[in-house]
């Protein structure tokens, strides 16, 4: 069967800067520019962090007043206001969970490595991929409006639960031009972009730049002509995750149409690497899941602008915490269930080995996917809820330990007697399976409803979620990127930064989270921004000082992947093909990088993605495109 002989593009590749690393429809371009933003919201958050570390050491402490920030916001003594720091520990949740984690692990992944794994030339639907970059830029812009709005952003707390998100901070009303700003921002997005492409749209151009235009004006004219002289920071918080949904939309879409439209020949649901696995079964997640949230920050905006009574003003407050947990418990998956298929196409590589169970590893990401819908009430065994639904989800989310269980094992057994190379993907990767069994093992704590009911809104919910969405997470990311680096930048990471990067956050990671578990058993809560008037305060600020000390050093120990990452796109030796010695198509058919396309012939597969050590081969590692010439005596 021969190959078309096209790009999957309607003009070709485009020219010129602005158009080929701006305004690009090139799924790896796309991916690109999700990776920037999202290391830079990362930096954001980690910054966030350290505010909200240096104010547990130092607590109603004028001797230490906060750096730099207290003099510049003219603080009294330098000290942070309890208001500020709500924000702050609010805002470093919301950035790191819906800007750096989700996008890092699904849009720049996502977008990267699924049609290089499937063979496709593209995404199935280019232009749509283009745009859900371009619209959830102006979601950043209206989060990052909330620090400067008046009302603090997120100043009912990160999940911002009703009545307190009804509430006019500080008695200020907010900005009237602010939705006009808020509106023209995305509309100039928006226009530029169809302007770079309207050639590509066949004279539609015209039609579609003028819509976009409309309905900015549309947006504008309702929040204006409603309540335009109340758009305060929680505002922006609502209305920057109703957007940042829409995106997450598009993508999850986009994915599902590609993996089930445009994998090449050969490539059969169950030839697919797990990384693709694991893509494909979160958009399904998104694509269920996301809706509910959208549907509760937009009650919950009308609710604040005094619109409708959904929540407040006689409604019902509880609602507001199913629908929010029906979403985020989903939404622990989704920013898990990814790195864990990244981590199982890098264990075998570097084991030698093929992944043990690919079956039952697929079940087992399938499995918890569809427990992540029936569990979030575990989240409210402190909302009155009837004892007997307590009990369900109490049984169901310890049910999610077997899927669980079921990868863990499954990933030990593929480096049992391994030839193991502790390249530093593969350390990575180790540490985010032991991370992940810490994690696992505190949130069957919480599973139980006499301990959750005890250790719930201590600093013991901190440690764990930190364990699945820091040591899970983003050691996966970053085993992610030392991995695919050489696919993306033709360039090979420095190992000894890598090294240094890697020994330094394990180590200052397990300083900073474990404490946690220790002073969350002893009572220490969550969300306090002073704790002096404790009784037992002088007992828990030694405690939080090692875990400020070592949350510091944390964040210094980033620096040596800084350095690696941007020097190494620099002065990096030249990356070959397949520099791991891999099997799938990303590294067998293509060079690093790619070209736009992708493959100079669409790819015909004929085995899984894992066949390591094979019998067949003299070599280690045989290519899923490669064809085996069978021998003539088993012809006869």
């Known amino acids: 069967m021969s190959e078309p002989p096209r790009l999957n593009s309607i003009d070709g590749p485009p020219t010129g800067w602005l158009k080929r690393y701006i ?3 090139d799924h790896k371009i796309i991916a690109m520019q999700f990776l920037f933003v ?4 990362f930096a954001l958050g980690g910054l966030l962090a350290m505010l909200i570390r240096w104010q547990l050491a130092f607590p109603g402490d004028a001797n230490h007043p906060v750096p730099i920030l207290g003099r510049l916001m003219d603080w009294p003594g330098g000290l942070m ?9 609010s805002m470093h949740a919301t950035i790191m969970v819906f800007f750096v984690i989700i996008p890092l692990l699904v849009n720049v992944f996502g977008n990267y490595l699924i049609p290089l794994k499937i063979g496709a030339r593209d995404m199935a639907f280019e232009f749509l991929n283009g745009l859900s970059f371009w619209a959830g830029l102006p979601a950043g812009a209206i989060m990052l409006a909330g620090f400067f709005l008046p009302g603090n952003a997120a100043s009912a707390g990160w999940t911002s639960y009703p009545p307190l998100s009804a509430i006019w901070q500080n008695g200020r009303e907010a900005w009237p031009l602010t939705p ?3 509106n023209f921002i995305a509309a100039f997005l928006c226009f530029g972009y169809v302007c770079a492409y309207g050639v590509k749209l066949r004279g539609k151009f015209v039609t579609g730049a003028v819509s976009i235009l409309l309905s900015g004006v549309a947006a504008w004219g309702w929040v204006v002509g409603v309540r335009a002289v109340a758009f305060d920071g929680q505002s922006a918080w609502f209305l ?3 957007v940042l949904g829409f995106v997450s939309l598009l993508g999850a879409i986009n994915y599902i149409t ?9 490539m059969t649901m169950f030839r697919m690497p797990l990384s693709v696995w694991s893509l494909f079964i979160t958009a399904i997640l998104v694509l269920l899941a996301t809706p509910v949230l959208g549907a509760a920050m937009v009650m919950n905006l009308m609710d604040h602008h005094r619109l409708t009574g959904f929540f407040s003003d006689g409604g019902v407050p509880l609602l507001h915490q199913h629908l929010f947990w029906f979403y985020s418990h989903p939404a622990v998956y989704i920013m898990i269930l990814p790195a864990m298929g990244m981590v199982s196409d890098i264990l075998p590589v570097f084991s030698r080995k093929p992944v043990f169970g690919y079956r039952p590893m697929v079940y087992a990401m399938a499995s918890i996917a569809f427990l992540g819908f029936v569990v979030w009430g575990h989240h409210m065994f402190q909302s009155g809820m009837n004892p007997a639904l307590a009990t369900t989800f109490a049984i169901s989310s310890m049910f999610i330990a077997v899927p669980s269980g079921v ?3 499954n990933w030990l057994a593929t480096m049992w007697g391994g030839n193991i190379r502790f390249t530093v993907p593969m350390c990575n990767a180790i540490a985010f399976v032991s991370m992940f069994v810490i994690g696992g093992l505190s949130g069957i704590f919480m599973a139980s409803t006499p301990v959750d009911i005890y250790i719930t809104d201590t600093y013991f919910i901190v440690a764990h979620i930190h364990y699945v969405l820091f040591g899970g997470s983003m050691f996966g990311v970053f085993a992610a990127i030392y991995y695919w680096y050489p696919k993306m930048f033709g360039r090979m990471m420095n190992d000894k930064l890598g090294y240094v990067h890697f020994v330094l956050t394990f180590i200052t990671f397990n300083c900073t989270f474990f404490a946690m578990h220790i002073l969350g058993i002893a009572g220490f809560p969550r969300r306090y921004a002073d704790y002096t008037h404790f009784e037992l305060w002088a007992h828990f600020k030694p405690m939080n000082q090692f875990i400020s000390y070592s949350a510091f050093a944390l964040a210094l120990s980033q620096i040596p992947f800084i350095i690696n990452f941007i020097g190494s796109w620099i002065w990096g030796r030249a990356a070959p093909a397949n520099p791991w010695q891999a099997n799938t198509l990303e590294w067998t058919d293509v060079t690093s990088p790619p070209p736009r396309g992708n493959f100079a012939r669409i790819p015909v597969v004929h085995r899984g993605p894992y066949e ?9 590692w045989l290519p899923q495109t490669r064809v085996l010439v069978e021998p003539a005596s088993a012809k006869g």
């Open 81 to 89: 206001p309890p208001d500020f720091y709500n924000m702050v520990f």
């Open 407 to 409: 990868k863990v094992f």
């Open 258 to 266: 590609t993996v089930v439209k445009l994998r090449c020949p050969g």
């Open 180 to 182: 006009i700003i808020i």
């Open 240 to 242: 920057s995750l109703l």
């Open 612 to 620: 390591y050590s094979s019998p067949c081969v003299a070599e280690d």
């Open 38 to 41: 999202s290391l830079l919201f």
């Open 23 to 25: 305004y690009s429809t």
